[in-house]
């Protein structure tokens, strides 16, 4: 009735020639219900009549109702766009006879009802489903989807008929799960919970956890008891995997620091104390390449990694020979002394970069290292920790494969076992030393490379890792590469599971303590770690 | 004879120095010569030199490098600077009888750990006792297993950096990250005062002297003697059946507590201890001092602990950026080029004088010390 009224209205103001002044612009129909549009109590149910027209410009006319922006003009309908001007429907600028946008006097502002408010907010999702953005699409099945309203449900079973993106689909078959969460039939609501049971989502968990309470029918009630434990539990496993990948990560940063710690330490019987300086030299070394990358080859900029990797294994071996010729061979069989010596030069050369290079930079990983794998639902592993394990697997495989099927290898493992025989048999031990030492620095400088990529590079950063791989080293022992490994594994993973497990803002340190005081409880079962060479001098490894 | 004559006068000059530390400094200060603040520099130097002499006792004599003493040393400074926070409570900014910092952190009430150090006498046994009972727990638990050498290094510093990590945590009731501070007064006394601050030092300076003569009396006993041996060959001793363990157990122990009363010490007359002078880099420091000044000699350790000290006070103050560069340099080159440290060199001056000029025709060959049997047989 209203309708028709309108619509009569309408063409009688068109013949009558109103608006003539803008005659360029565009009348469309739902101008015929700006009369009701403007009144009160006619305004949801022209929302609802406008809807059916299924005219283009209705989302724009809702946008702008619900941004306030909205006038009526002489039984039209303008929007008071951003520019400063008005529009009409169709979006063109009203311009007076000169030319200049057109601001009448006698427009006033169209109000949306407080009543209606959620109504337009639902109208414009509903739109938002067939927008040309899959993002957007996607984020207005998530919206209507935790309405909690089941008339929703037949937009969006329409909306999944016409989507071709699989990701929005996804959400679009979950979102009407969802709503039938809240359906009045038991039975379709006891599907949807066995739904989530079955894909154990995340997402449903709260929406399940608050209808549980108002449940009346007791299958579905326990249905969704059952879920809502199958949910936690898949949780707790999510968490849990990530806490042992984040131990993983831990791990082969603390194997490839002590691998060639252990193998100095086996060989020489030193502990060398700036081997987390090594690592830190590896970082710099990254951020150095880094710099030269960008300063040069701008466009290049993401292979700068590709040629730090093998630099810094370089740079760093380099500065490992020089410390083993220059200094530390006037330490032979003083081996307390030795390690004082390399703390020395540790401070050093944390100094010296500081005053060099700065402190707190950092490097910008390759975009090829962003992002993760997604390796079971909702748990994205990063690329770059990924590539940390990889490396150290590696890192494990060469130094295996270097010590135990190459002839250098034979000559270590022959002055590991007796010095001075191997001596007798020709080998040059001190060449053997300087090899093995420049190894672990290099292997601890790649690590350091590594470690850039998910790290700040400042000078201390050797110290975060530097007492736990010198656990690694007391708990492995120094017999076999497998021990390092065990021990690397073994720290990694127990700080890791330790943390949640003590849980709070100082589960990091209570964990360090906890850590420290299993290796001294392991060392009275062990004295000389899990692998202890095989030696019958008493004096194998407390000299 | 010369031995006589040269212990002599090494207790002359002992003796001379001793008299210039108890007697004539105060008085200085008495006077007005020596002004508060170089007398309280040097009543700190002291208190190092004490921690200096338990580091001298297990590395420089029986050769357990410990890199956690400092850990002992605050131990024995917490104790105390709880005894002094406590007995200026109730004078703090919000005048609770309980320290400033717990009012900070919401902790309304004294822990009960904290209630024994309002009675110095407690608070005073604490800080000896408390790192002895610490470094006997961890010699037990490390020497009976017979880890030793690096490993014990290696763990110690392990240990260093789990204290240091425990004692930031504001959790424990220690006034975190910012330590103990804002000391007002110690048995009554105001520390403020003149008069207080000589009395401080005179008990550090008589602290030292004591420290000093009981570690002289041990190294010069047969257990001083154990201890050598022990350093020289650990092995040899086991075998003929010296309880190896307990003798380091002791003496670890020993060096704890010297520690903790070089840190009860330390902290009345500096004013404040946090956790950044218990950490790893604050434990290598001291053995940095007894290497240069000369391990193994008591002396020495002194020396050591006194002129790095010293020297720190200069270059910090000037060349801040400097300071760990230059302390990392004397490290590399005092064990390379002395490895006697400053005690050492007059010795090696002297041995290297000798080389150079005495005249080498009275140099024999070198004696070949295999000979191997079938050449003297055909002799």
Avoid at chain 1, 283 to 301: D, I, M
Avoid at chain 1, 465 to 471: E, K, L
Wanted: charged residues 15%.
């Amino acid at each position: 009735m209203v309708k028709r009224t309108l619509i009569l209205l309408w063409s009688l103001c068109s013949l009558l020639g109103i608006g003539g002044v803008v005659g360029a612009a565009t009348i469309t129909p739902l101008d015929a219900y700006a009369q009701a549009l403007a009144t009160a109590d006619q305004q949801r149910q022209a929302l609802e009549h406008m809807r059916a027209l299924a005219e283009p410009s209705y989302k724009d006319l809702l946008i702008a109702l619900k941004e306030g922006t909205l006038y009526l003009w002489r039984d039209r309908l303008l929007i008071f766009g951003d520019a400063g001007a008005f529009t009409d429907l169709a979006g063109q600028t009203i311009l007076d006879a000169s030319g200049q946008p057109f601001l009448p006097d006698d427009a006033t502002p169209v109000p949306l009802e407080e009543g209606n408010m959620s109504l337009v907010q639902r109208l414009l999702e509903v739109m938002n489903l067939t927008d040309s953005d899959p993002r957007a699409r996607k984020a207005a099945a998530l919206k209507l989807g935790s309405l909690r309203d089941a008339a929703h449900i037949t937009v969006l079973k329409q909306a999944l008929r016409q989507e071709g993106n699989a990701s929005v689909r996804a959400v679009l078959v979950e979102a009407i799960y969802k709503l039938q969460l809240v359906d009045p039939d038991p039975q379709v609501r006891h599907r949807a919970v066995e739904h989530f049971a079955n894909i154990r989502a995340e997402s449903a968990l709260a929406l399940l956890k608050n209808l549980v309470e108002h449940e009346q029918d007791n299958v579905v009630k326990q249905a969704m008891h059952r879920a809502i434990s199958a949910i936690e539990g898949y949780l707790q496993l999510r968490s849990l995997v990530g806490y042992v990948f984040n131990g993983l990560s831990l791990a082969s940063i603390l194997l490839m620091m002590s691998l060639g710690l252990a193998i100095t330490f086996g060989l020489m019987g030193i502990i060398n104390m700036a081997h987390g300086e090594m690592l830190m030299l590896g970082s710099y070394t990254a951020y150095v390449v880094q710099e030269c990358f960008a300063a040069f080859a701008p466009a290049q900029l993401d292979y700068f990694f590709l040629a730090a990797l093998p630099l810094s294994l370089l740079i760093v071996g380099a500065v490992g020979i020089g410390l083993e010729r220059g200094i530390l061979r006037f330490l032979y069989g003083r081996p307390l002394e030795s390690l004082l010596v390399t703390w020395g030069i540790g401070l050093m050369l944390q100094q010296g970069v500081r005053l060099s290079i700065g402190d707190q930079t950092s490097v910008n990983p390759p975009t090829w290292f962003r992002g993760g794998w997604e390796a079971i639902p909702g748990l994205v592993l990063p690329y770059s920790r990924l590539f940390i394990v990889a490396l150290s697997v590696l890192s494990v495989l060469a130094v295996y494969w270097l010590l135990y099927r190459s002839a250098a290898g034979l000559k270590i493992r022959a002055v590991m076992q007796n010095r001075d025989i191997a001596c007798c048999m020709g080998i040059a031990a001190r060449r053997i030393d300087a090899f093995t030492f420049a190894m672990g620095a290099a292997l601890a400088g790649l690590a350091g490379c590594a470690l850039s990529l998910i790290g700040t590079v400042d000078p201390e950063v050797g110290k975060t890792y530097i007492v736990d791989s010198f656990m690694v080293v007391v708990l492995g022992g120094v017999g076999k590469i497998i021990g390092t490994v065990l021990a690397s594994l073994g720290l990694g993973m127990s700080n890791k599971l330790l943390e949640p497990a003590i849980g709070g803002t100082a589960a990091a340190v209570y964990a360090k303590v906890g850590i420290l005081l299993l290796v001294i409880i392991f060392l009275q079962v062990r004295p000389t770690g899990l692998f202890p060479p095989k030696e019958r001098a008493t004096d194998a490894i407390t000299r | 004879m010369t031995a006589g004559k040269a212990g002599k006068r090494t207790w002359f000059a002992e003796s001379l120095l001793v008299l210039l530390l108890i007697i004539i400094l105060p008085l200085l200060h008495g006077v007005g010569v020596v002004s508060d603040y170089y007398l309280n520099l040097c009543g700190k130097y002291l208190a190092l030199a004490i921690l200096a002499l338990g580091m001298d006792l297990i590395w420089g004599y029986t050769g357990i490098l410990s890199l956690g003493q400092a850990v002992f040393f605050g131990l024995g400074a917490y104790a105390m600077g709880m005894h002094l926070m406590l007995g200026s409570s109730g004078r703090g900014v919000y005048g609770e009888p309980i320290p400033d910092f717990m009012v900070w952190n919401r902790v309304l009430e004294l822990p009960l750990f904290w209630q024994p150090f309002q009675y110095f006498p407690l608070a005073a046994l604490a800080a000896l006792s408390g790192p002895a009972l610490v470094a006997t727990v961890i010699g037990w638990l490390t020497f009976r297993r017979r880890v030793s050498g690096t490993y014990f290094a290696i763990l110690t510093q392990a240990m260093a950096y789990a204290a240091w990590l425990l004692f930031n945590r504001n959790e424990l009731n220690l006034g975190g990250t910012n330590g103990l501070t804002d000391f007002k007064r110690l048995l009554g006394f105001p520390l403020s005062a003149p008069g207080t601050s000589r009395g401080l030092y005179l008990v550090t300076a008589l602290g030292l002297v004591g420290s000093f003569s009981l570690c002289r009396w041990l190294v010069g006993s047969k257990m001083g003697l154990v201890l050598t041996a022990i350093r020289d060959q650990e092995r040899r001793l086991q075998f003929l059946g010296y309880p190896v363990a307990s003798y380091k157990i002791f003496i670890f122990a020993l060096a704890g507590m010297l520690s903790g009363l070089a840190g009860a010490l330390y902290v009345t007359q500096v004013g404040i201890i946090t956790p950044s002078q218990i950490g790893v880099l604050p434990s290598l420091e001291i053995v940095v001092w007894v290497a240069t000044g000369g391990r193994g000699t008591l002396v020495g350790a002194i020396l050591g602990a006194i002129g790095i000290n010293a020297a720190r006070s200069l270059l910090t103050a000037r060349y801040p950026e400097w300071w760990p560069i230059i302390l990392g340099g004397l490290f590399v080159g005092v064990v390379i080029l002395f490895p006697d440290g400053l005690a050492g060199l007059p010795r090696q001056l002297q041995r290297l004088g000798r080389r150079l000029w005495l005249p080498r025709m009275t140099a024999k060959p070198l004696q070949p010390s295999v000979v191997r049997p079938e050449l003297t047989s055909q002799q």
